[in-house]
Nanobody
Framework: QVQLVESGGGLVQAGGSLRLSCAASGRTFSSDIAGWFRQAPGKEREFVAAINWNGRATYYTDSVKGRFAISRDNAKNTVYLQMNSLKPEDTARYYC???????????????WGQGTQVTVSS
């Protein structure tokens, strides 16, 4: 079992930045793929970014490329999502997830956190 706890969400003005953190505990996390998803009210959960086990491969949905950066520190069992140039359409609850392989589909991830709310005002 892996327990994931997100933090770092909040209210920010458009154009601002936030850094989300996802702290993992439980069994070894360093060999897992880690991903971030988001879900806005009335919408389906969507893929945002993913990172492989050693941090050398990253993947992003088109709408966040060039603005968001995913990274990880396996020594701290933590994954980060740096979000810059935030837009109102980025408003959502952001979830951290981990699993055995990279995927844009939420069903591929075995473990999930409870999420952290990000609200971007215009």
């Amino acid at each position: 079992q892996v327990q994931l706890v997100e933090s770092g969400g909040g209210l920010v003005q458009a154009g601002g930045s936030l850094r989300l953190s996802c702290a993992a505990s439980g069994r070894t996390f360093s060999s897992d793929i880690a991903g971030w998803f988001r879900q806005a009210p009335g919408k389906e959960r969507e893929f945002v970014a993913a990172i492989n086990w050693n941090g050398r491969a990253t993947y992003y949905t088109d709408s966040v490329k060039g603005r968001f950066a995913i990274s990880r520190d396996n020594a701290k069992n933590t994954v980060y999502l740096q979000m810059n140039s935030l837009k109102p359409e980025d408003t959502a609850r952001y979830y951290c997830a981990s699993g055995p392989r990279t995927s844009i589909y939420s069903t591929a991830y075995a473990y999930w956190g409870q999420g952290t709310q990000v609200t971007v005002s215009s």
